[in-house]
């Protein structure tokens, strides 16, 4: 491909998963400019030597928003687009969004206080899980059993500094095996499926649970394209657990990990990415 | 070759790229590469609170 074409990698740190991209990318004789989120600014005018697509891999979910919007700004197309990149990483707009679009998702009440949020969980009832709105691999998620545990809890909320934790996502606990799904869709594709086992009540891989290939059952399939079609499409990790009334999406990642869902099922997930990717930059 | 910064165990490049993460062998710390030539590394970034996925 050497008709000045670029691919732009936008990102944080370079994980296996950017390598793997980036491998990806020299394999195809894709051009790639890398973007480190920390070093670039962006000004009012679009500047010069842009890529003709931006894929985001940034860690952070702040910078997403802003350099997503930037580019939209400048007319360089961007893998997730911005309005993704906000919905998918935020956890109370993708569950309005679930809802909305009636796909089967836990039991969420959402409060702007430490009063409402008791009263929200003792609406929902014990065990709950509480979770910030923003940020992923089951960071500062508590499962929450009684009522000391709660004020425990709200209390130490209440004194994180930042304005994020005023919000306050109470969900269900949903009585699952111990694993629960992963779907990585691209486009319109589900890519590979996976189990994430733990003894852990949270299965994410960033905490070390396992990872086995699951079939991607007609059912799954739909749920996850269903799901990743309501945030809006791209490049997507739909999560789901099986609850005792069947398949529920708990939360769709927008800039997701992949090593782990690589090795377990042998899917080329890189190579599905930068492929859409550079079809949403020659569109 | 170059050190780590946390142990000062030799760390050596082999088939690393600018800007990846690497744990070092000895201490297990988390690494940056920094540069390729001349082969530098850093204490990876810290984690932040709205990092993810």
Partial sequence: ?283 | MTLCPECEAAVVNHDLIAGEIFPCVDCGTDLEVTTLEPFAVQTAPKEAEDWGE
């Fill in chain 1, 1 to 283: 491909m050497s008709d000045g074409f670029t691919l732009g990698v936008f990102c944080t740190i370079v994980r296996p998963e950017e390598k793997a991209i980036l491998a990806a990318a020299e394999a195809r004789g894709v051009a790639v400019q890398r973007i480190d989120d920390g070093e670039t600014t962006f000004g009012l005018t679009k500047p010069e030597g842009l890529p003709d697509v931006v894929l985001n891999r940034s860690v952070s979910h702040t910078r997403s928003l802003y350099a997503t919007r930037c580019y939209a700004h400048y007319g360089v197309p961007t893998v997730n687009t911005p309005e993704v990149t906000e919905l998918a990483g935020d956890k109370v707009l993708t569950s309005l969004r679930l809802a909305e679009r009636g796909i089967p998702t836990p039991r969420t009440v959402v409060a702007l206080s430490p009063e409402a949020a008791m009263r929200a969980i003792e609406t929902i009832g014990y065990p709950v899980v509480l979770k910030p709105a923003v940020g992923s691999w089951g960071r500062l998620m508590a499962k929450v059993d009684d009522r000391e545990e709660a004020e425990q809890i709200l209390e130490h909320k209440a004194a994180l500094t930042s304005p994020i934790h005023s919000v306050i996502y109470v969900q269900e606990y949903v009585r699952k095996p111990d694993r629960d799904l992963r779907v990585f869709v691209v486009g319109d594709q589900p890519v590979a499926a996976m189990y994430r086992h733990s003894s852990d009540w949270r299965t994410n891989a960033a905490r070390g649970a396992t990872t086995e290939s699951a079939a991607l059952t007609p059912e799954l399939r739909d749920l996850a394209l269903r799901a990743a079609a309501a945030v809006g499409g791209g490049v997507l990790a739909v999560d789901l657990m099986e609850s005792p009334e069947g398949l529920v999406v708990h939360e769709v990642n927008p800039t997701p990990e992949f090593k782990a869902l690589a090795g377990a099922t042998g899917a080329d997930v890189a190579g599905a990415i930068v492929d859409y990717a550079v079809g949403v930059g020659r569109r």
